[in-house]
């Protein structure tokens, strides 16, 4: 066992041990952490990364808690927070510098406010600046690596700094998986301050009309198949509404699930199975989770991780 001067010898940044992580997730659920750890920057994460390969102690990285189901047992070895250190955005020389743990929401009024077109796409869509890097997010026909002039990560526990080309970005993916992204930087064309903000409003507007924005949830549960939405299946197979313990299937958008009454993970997993079992029998059509599973069993994630 690991001790806890150990880790505090490793870097700077705050410790807990069994932290919730019930209170870091946008769905209010999952047991606690073994260990759980915030670096203050760059070098500190550095420092902490490599103490953690060297110490051989597994970790999960998390931003907002978005897209992620805590398994209720919760997580054996360390958790990773990048929200609060990283969690800053400047303007210098014509672009925008922001770190990893930036919600986007705060990124998107940001830019906006500093005549930057193009980053109001983002407007609605949940979680961190560092993940919607690594999955390349967009919407609209636009995608953030668009704007991106430099990414700096952490790769085979070195501090490097990545240009665009050397980012691998494709729809909804990268080359960057694997790799911890602290900061990125960013161009964008000179905007127009009220027609940007016009759009933004429209597109929140938007989401919250059609999603279950006032329940704790995260996100869309299954990733659309082609030519098709996980949500009309499921609205299909008449599952609106369906409810296992405290987990229901929202009846505004039935590709999300939500939490409407202290659910615990296996609530919400086993409402996973019956949508997942029952597009399958009605439509022949497997769905696939878009949300991480995180702490849970091989066996445990088999009926609905294929």
């Given at each position: 066992m690991v001790a806890v001067e150990d880790i505090r010898n490793?870097?700077?940044?705050?410790?807990?041990?069994?932290?919730s992580m019930a209170?870091?997730?946008?769905?209010?659920?999952?047991?606690t952490?073994?260990?759980?750890?915030?670096?203050?920057?760059?070098?500190?994460?550095?420092?902490?990364?490599?103490?953690?390969?060297?110490?051989?102690?597994?970790y999960v990285l998390i931003g907002n808690g978005s897209n992620v189901l805590i398994a209720?047992?919760?997580?054996?070895?360390?958790?990773?927070?990048?929200?609060?250190?990283?969690?800053?955005?400047?303007?210098?020389?014509?672009?925008i510098i922001a770190g990893a743990g930036v919600k986007l929401a705060k990124f998107v009024d940001f830019c906006i406010n500093n005549k930057c077109g193009g980053a109001e796409m983002l407007a609605g869509i949940p979680g961190t600046l560092g993940g919607a890097i690594?999955?390349?997010?967009?919407a609209y026909g636009g995608e953030i690596s668009d704007y991106i002039m430099?990414?700096?990560?952490?790769?085979?526990?070195?501090?490097?700094?990545?240009?665009?080309?050397?980012?691998?970005?494709?729809?909804?993916a990268s080359a960057l998986v694997g790799d911890i992204v602290l900061e990125a930087a960013f161009r964008f064309p000179e905007g127009v301050l009220e027609p940007m903000k016009q759009r933004r409003r429209e597109l929140l507007l938007k989401r919250n009309a059609s999603q279950p924005?006032?329940?704790?949830?995260?996100?869309?549960?299954?990733?659309?198949?082609?030519?098709?939405?996980?949500?009309?299946?499921?609205?299909?197979?008449?599952?609106?509404?369906?409810r296992v313990g405290g987990a229901q299937i929202s009846e505004l958008h039935a590709n999300f699930i939500i939490n409407v009454d202290n659910a615990s993970a296996q609530d919400v997993l086993d409402l996973m199975v019956i949508a997942r079992d029952a597009v399958t029998d009605k439509f022949g059509i497997t769905l696939e989770p878009e949300i991480k599973l995180i702490g849970f069993t091989k066996e445990e994630m088999t009926p609905v991780v294929s």
């Open positions: 490793s870097f700077q940044g705050r410790i807990e041990l069994g932290e209170r870091h997730m946008t769905f209010r659920i999952g047991g952490a073994d260990i759980y750890l915030e670096p203050l920057d760059k070098e500190d994460g550095l420092s902490l990364f490599r103490f953690l390969a060297k110490a051989d102690i597994p209720d047992k919760g997580i054996r070895g360390a958790v990773v927070n990048l929200e609060t250190g990283f969690n800053y955005l400047r303007a210098v020389d014509g672009e690594i999955m390349n997010a967009g430099r990414v700096d990560l952490i790769r085979d526990l070195n501090l490097l700094s990545i240009k665009k080309d050397d980012g691998g970005f494709a729809y909804r924005v006032n329940w704790p949830n995260a996100g869309s549960i299954f990733k659309n198949p082609l030519d098709d939405y996980a949500a009309r299946l499921i609205q299909e197979c008449g599952l609106k509404g369906r």
